[in-house]
C-alpha cells in the first residue's frame, strides 16, 4: 500500500465527507478497504493497559506522526489513577473524526499492553480489528478477594481469536528485557502495531516522531526494541499468508 | 513534545496539545500576566505546565493554598488592570464561589478568565455538577470550548471580552475536553505589561449594600450589552451539510431548514452529534454555541424557525434546554423540543457517538443507518462472556497511609475496640482509596476539609471511636478552620494528617508544607505541627508511619486522650519525582518459616505481595519500595531484608 496515497486521502479538511477526499485515480470501495475497514470517518486505535507502561506516550508518539503527516487526528486519555495500578487507555482517530471516543466495534487496531486488559476492551473491536497484545500479564494486587480468577492466557487467546481475525500476541516484556530495557516494552508493542497491514502511518515516520518524544540516550533500545515488535508481527503475518 | 514548545513555538506552528496544554498557550497568547490556581482533576496539567514554564514566559504563577484564594489572587490582579487567569475542577469553583460572585459585581480592569473544568460520569470526583449553573448564578459570560484548539481560541476571545466589558468570563470545559489532545496551531503571544497599578476606587471595588446595589445594576446592564454581541459571536456557529453556514447570512440560509430537525449543541457534546450526522449523512443543520450564556436569543430564534422540531444536545443538565423552551415561551412559539426533560438523552453522565445514536431513534428520528451495513450490526461487535477480575486503583507499594491503616488496626485490637465502634470519617486525597478492603477505612466524605468538620458532628452525635484522614494538602485547603471549631468547641476525636509532603492524588504538586512554590522556587515552610499546637490541641506528635509498633502505641494513647488529638504521620509519597530514596531494603520470603498464614497477603494488600504458582508467598523487588511495613508485621519473622 502506499502510504503517501492514503495520507493524501485522509488530508484535512473541515467537517468534509468521505467524499470530499476522494481521488478520481481510487473508488470508494478502494478507499474503505485501504484506510478503515471500521469505520466510515477515521482511522480508529485504541490503546489499553495498566499504569506504569508507556500508553500515553506511545500514543502522542502515533498522533504526532499522523500530525507530521498532514493527517487529522483527535485523541482521548483517560488516567485519573494511573500511577496507582489502574486501568488506562486511550483512544485515537485519525481522519476527520470531531469526537475522541471511538464507538463501539469500530476499532481499526486495538492494541493491548495486558492480556487481559485486551478481553475487557472487545466491545471497541469487531471482527476486521487487528488485535497486537502483550502475552505478559499484570495480576490485580486484589486477586486473592476476586471473585474472578485472572483466566488463562490461553483462555484469553482463545477468547480473542473468536473476536478477530487477526490476533498478534507477543512477549512484549521478553522481548524489552532482550532489547535492553522492560521500559522499551511500549515500543515493543508500537513496532508490533506499525508492522499490521494497512497500518496508517508508515514505519519510518514513526520512528522520526520517536526520536522527538524519547530521551536521546534511550534511543538505541527504544529502536531495537520497535524493530523487534515489527519484525514479531511481521513474521506472524508472512506465516498466515502461506 | 517538549513542554517548553508551548512557550517557545512559533506563530503558525502546529503541536499535537493536550486540551490543558492548549488552555496554557491561550493566556500566554492573550499575554497574561498572573495565573493562580490548586490542583484538581481534570484540570491539573495546566497548573502543571505553567510550573514549568511560567518562569521563561514571564508570567507570575502560584499554587494557591485552595481555590477560592487562587480566584482572589487573579481577581485582584484583574483589578489592577493587568490579565489574569484562574482554574480549577469543577468543585473547586464551589470553594471559590463566594469571592467568585463578588468580582461579578466589581467587575474587572484587566481581563479575567476563570477556567472550570467540569468531569461528566465522574472519573475522578466526587460528583458531577454542571458549572454552567454558575454562570446563570453569578451573571456572568460562559464560554464551552470542544477541543484543544478552541480552548486556545476562546481564552483569546475570552480576556479581549473580559476587558472590553469589565466582567469577569468563565470558560467550561469537560474531563473529555481537557484531556483530549488535538492539533493545535499556535498564535502570537501578546506583549503586555505585567506590573498593574490599583486606582483607588471603592465604589466600583468595595460591594457594601450601598455600592453593591449600583454594581448589580450595572452588571445587569453589562449583560444585556453581550446580550446583543451575543448573537453575532464567531464562536456561535452552523453547520450543514458539511458546510458552515456563516451568521451573517442566515436570513437567507435559514429557509434550507424549513421542515427539518435541527440541533442546538454545546462542548464535548456538540463533537458526538456533529460526527454521527456527518457519518450517517444525516439532513440536519447544527447550530453550535462556543458563547452560550448569555443566550443568544435573536440567533436561536432565527436558527429554528423553519425547524419541525429541536434537539438540544448538552452535558450534563438541561441548561440551554431549559433556556430555549424559556425563549420558545416569550416568544409564543409552539415547537417540539427533545432533549433531557422529555428523556431523549439521558440525565446523567457523558455522551458518545452511541448513546447520540440510541437516543435519536428514541426520538423517532430516522438515522437513516442501514443496520444490515457491518458497521452498525451490533452482533458484529466484538464481546466476552469472560468473568473478568477488576482492577481498582490501589495504594502504591511503600505508600506510608497503608502503614497507617494497618497500625490503627493494631491499635484498635490492642484496646479491644469493636471494629464498627471506630469510624473514618476521610478527605479528598489518596488516602479515599482506604475504602477499599481489608483497610476499610473511609466511612463518610463530602468534600475537600470535611473529615474534621464531619468528625464534630459525630463525636456529638455518637460515642462511637473517631480517627479522621485528611492529606498535608488536604489540611492548608480547608482543614484548619474546622481543627480550630473543633478544639474551641471541646469535641474529642483523633485527627490524623496524612502527610506526605506533596499533592499526590492529582500528580504531586506543591503546597505551603514545603520549602518550595509553584514556580519551583525557595519558599518558607508552613509547619502543620505548630500550627496544630496554635489552634490549642493539647495532643500533638508527629510520627514516622512506617515503624508499625511505634505508630500503633500512639494511636492507642491518642484513641485515650479526652479532646482533640492530632497525629501527624510524616512520610513523603513513593511518586514523588527526583526523590533520593534511601538504600532501598531488598525483601525476601523464608519459605522454610513462613506457616502460610496469608495475613502479610490479606491484611496488607500491598501490591508487591503475591503467591507464585506454587502458592507460596513472594515478593516482587522489582516494584517493592522496602517499606518493611510487613517485615514488621510477619509473626513468624519469615520476611527478611536481605543482606
Given at each position: 500500500m502506499d502510504v503517501q496515497y492514503v495520507y493524501r486521502c485522509v488530508m484535512?479538511?473541515?467537517?468534509?465527507?468521505r467524499s470530499d477526499f476522494m481521488?478520481?485515480?481510487?473508488?470508494q470501495k478502494d478507499l474503505s478497504n485501504d484506510l478503515?475497514?471500521?469505520?466510515?470517518g477515521s482511522y480508529n486505535i485504541y490503546i489499553c493497559g495498566v499504569g506504569g507502561q508507556g500508553i500515553i506516550k506511545t500514543s502522542i508518539i502515533i498522533g504526532e506522526t499522523a500530525m507530521n503527516n498532514d493527517l487529522d487526528v483527535v485523541m482521548s486519555e483517560i488516567h485519573?489513577?494511573?500511577?496507582?495500578?489502574g486501568v488506562v487507555s486511550t483512544e485515537l482517530k485519525i481522519?476527520?473524526?470531531?469526537?475522541?471516543i471511538i464507538e463501539e466495534?469500530?476499532?481499526?487496531i486495538l492494541l493491548a499492553f495486558e492480556p487481559l486488559e485486551a478481553v475487557r476492551a472487545l466491545?471497541?473491536?469487531?471482527?476486521n480489528t487487528a488485535l497486537v497484545l502483550n502475552t505478559s500479564p499484570i495480576v490485580p494486587f486484589n486477586i486473592m478477594d476476586s471473585e474472578h480468577p485472572y483466566p488463562k492466557i490461553q483462555t484469553i487467546l482463545s477468547e480473542l481469536g473468536k473476536n478477530s481475525r487477526q490476533v498478534y500476541a507477543l512477549d512484549a516484556e521478553k522481548m524489552a528485557r532482550e532489547a535492553g530495557?522492560?521500559?522499551s516494552l511500549n515500543m515493543v508493542l508500537l513496532g508490533g502495531a506499525a508492522?499490521?497491514?494497512?497500518?496508517?502511518?508508515?514505519k519510518e515516520a514513526i520512528i522520526k516522531s520517536m526520536e522527538k518524544n524519547l530521551p536521546p540516550k534511550s534511543m538505541e533500545i527504544n529502536l531495537k526494541a520497535f524493530n523487534q515488535g515489527y519484525d514479531a508481527v511481521k513474521q506472524q503475518i508472512n506465516l498466515e499468508n502461506k | 513534545m517538549n513542554l517548553e514548545q508551548i512557550v517557545k513555538g512559533e506563530p503558525g506552528e502546529k503541536l499535537f496539545l493536550l486540551g490543558n496544554e492548549a488552555a496554557v498557550r491561550g493566556a500566554l497568547e492573550a499575554g497574561i500576566s498572573v495565573a493562580a490556581t490548586y490542583p484538581g482533576t481534570p484540570s491539573s496539567e495546566i497548573g502543571d505546565v505553567f510550573s514549568k514554564i511560567a518562569k521563561k514566559a514571564d508570567v507570575y504563577f502560584e499554587f494557591s493554598i485552595n481555590e477560592k484564594v487562587a480566584l482572589e489572587v487573579a481577581a485582584a490582579a484583574a483589578a489592577a488592570g493587568v490579565r489574569s487567569f484562574t482554574f480549577m475542577k469543577h468543585v473547586g469553583l464551589n470553594v471559590a464561589s463566594d469571592s467568585f460572585m463578588s468580582v461579578a459585581y466589581t467587575g474587572v480592569n484587566g481581563g479575567m478568565v476563570i477556567l472550570s473544568a467540569d468531569d461528566p460520569s465522574m472519573f475522578s470526583s466526587q460528583n458531577e455538577q454542571d458549572n454552567r449553573h454558575y454562570a446563570r448564578l453569578a451573571n456572568v459570560p460562559l464560554l464551552e470550548p470542544s477541543n484543544p484548539q478552541e480552548i486556545k481560541e476562546f481564552m483569546k476571545y475570552g480576556f479581549e471580552l473580559s476587558e472590553e466589558f469589565k466582567i469577569p468570563i468563565l470558560l467550561r470545559t469537560t474531563t473529555r475536553v481537557s484531556h483530549m489532545r488535538g492539533i493545535v496551531e499556535l498564535g502570537e503571544i501578546q506583549s503586555k505589561s505585567k506590573k498593574g497599578y490599583l486606582e483607588k476606587n471603592p465604589a466600583q471595588y468595595v460591594p457594601v449594600p450601598a455600592t453593591a446595589r449600583i454594581m448589580h445594576r450595572e452588571l445587569v446592564e453589562k449583560m444585556d450589552k453581550l446580550q446583543e454581541i451575543v448573537n453575532d459571536s464567531p464562536l456561535n456557529q452552523i453547520f450543514y451539510q458539511g458546510q458552515e453556514i456563516e451568521l451573517k447570512n442566515i436570513d437567507t440560509e435559514k429557509?434550507?431548514?424549513?421542515?427539518k430537525i435541527g440541533v442546538i449543541a454545546s462542548g464535548s457534546a456538540f463533537n458526538y452529534i456533529i460526527d454521527v450526522i456527518e457519518e450517517d449523512n444525516l439532513d440536519i443543520p447544527i447550530l453550535k454555541l462556543g458563547f452560550s450564556y448569555p443566550l443568544p436569543e435573536d440567533l436561536i430564534l432565527q436558527f429554528v424557525s423553519g425547524l419541525e422540531k429541536v434537539l438540544v444536545v448538552e452535558e450534563v443538565d438541561p441548561i440551554m434546554e431549559k433556556d430555549i423552551w424559556g425563549l420558545l415561551g416569550k416568544r409564543g412559539l409552539l415547537k417540539e423540543v427533545n432533549g433531557k426533560l422529555d428523556h431523549t438523552?439521558?440525565?446523567?453522565y457523558e455522551y458518545n457517538q452511541d448513546i447520540i445514536r440510541e437516543s435519536l431513534e428514541k426520538a423517532s428520528i430516522?438515522?437513516?443507518?442501514?443496520?444490515?451495513?457491518?458497521?452498525?450490526?451490533?452482533?458484529?461487535i466484538g464481546h466476552s462472556d469472560l468473568e473478568l477480575p477488576q482492577r481498582p486503583p490501589t495504594l502504591c507499594p511503600g505508600c506510608p497511609h497503608r502503614a497507617v491503616y494497618y497500625a490503627i488496626k493494631k491499635a484498635r485490637e490492642n484496646l479491644k475496640i469493636d471494629e464498627k465502634d471506630l469510624i473514618f470519617p476521610t478527605d479528598i486525597?489518596?488516602?479515599?482509596?482506604?475504602?477499599?478492603?481489608?483497610?476499610?477505612?473511609?466511612d463518610y466524605l463530602l468534600s475537600m476539609g470535611s473529615s474534621i468538620g464531619t468528625s464534630c458532628g459525630f463525636s456529638r452525635a455518637t460515642d462511637q471511636n473517631i480517627i479522621c484522614f485528611l492529606g498535608d494538602s488536604t489540611f492548608f485547603h480547608a482543614g484548619i478552620p474546622p481543627l480550630i471549631n473543633a478544639v474551641h468547641n471541646k469535641h474529642k476525636f483523633v485527627l490524623t494528617v496524612?502527610?506526605?509532603?506533596t499533592t499526590a492524588m492529582t500528580g504531586g504538586q506543591p503546597n505551603p508544607?514545603?520549602?518550595?512554590d509553584g514556580m519551583g522556587e525557595l519558599a518558607p515552610e508552613i509547619s502543620i505541627e505548630k500550627i496544630a499546637k496554635a489552634s490549642g490541641a493539647e495532643f500533638v506528635e508527629t510520627i514516622n508511619p512506617l515503624n508499625i509498633k511505634k505508630t500503633a502505641s500512639v494511636y492507642e494513647r491518642a484513641l485515650k486522650h479526652d479532646g482533640v488529638a492530632v497525629v501527624i504521620s510524616k512520610y513523603p509519597c513513593v511518586?514523588?519525582?527526583?526523590q533520593k530514596p534511601v538504600k532501598k531494603a531488598l525483601l525476601t520470603v523464608d519459605q522454610g518459616k513462613c506457616?502460610?498464614?496469608?495475613d502479610c497477603v490479606s491484611q496488607l494488600?500491598?501490591?508487591?505481595?503475591s503467591l507464585n504458582k506454587e502458592g507460596d508467598v513472594e515478593i516482587d523487588q522489582l516494584t517493592c519500595?522496602?517499606?518493611?511495613v510487613c517485615v514488621q508485621m510477619c509473626n513468624e519473622k519469615a520476611i527478611r531484608v536481605q543482606k
Open positions: 484535512k479538511k473541515p467537517l468534509g465527507y481521488d478520481e485515480k481510487i473508488t478503515s475497514e471500521n469505520s466510515k485519573g489513577m494511573s500511577q496507582r495500578g481522519g476527520p473524526s470531531k469526537s475522541s466495534g469500530t476499532s481499526d466491545h471497541k473491536t469487531n471482527q530495557h522492560i521500559l508492522a499490521i497491514d494497512g497500518f496508517i502511518l508508515d | 429557509n434550507k431548514f424549513q421542515g438523552f439521558p440525565m446523567i430516522d438515522t437513516g443507518i442501514d443496520l444490515s451495513n457491518d458497521l452498525h450490526n451490533k452482533s458484529e486525597g489518596c488516602y479515599t482509596l482506604g475504602i477499599e478492603a481489608p483497610y476499610k477505612a473511609a496524612l502527610d506526605n509532603r508544607g514545603l520549602p518550595v511518586l514523588i519525582k527526583g506457616d502460610g498464614c496469608m494488600a500491598c501490591p508487591s505481595i519500595n522496602g517499606c518493611t
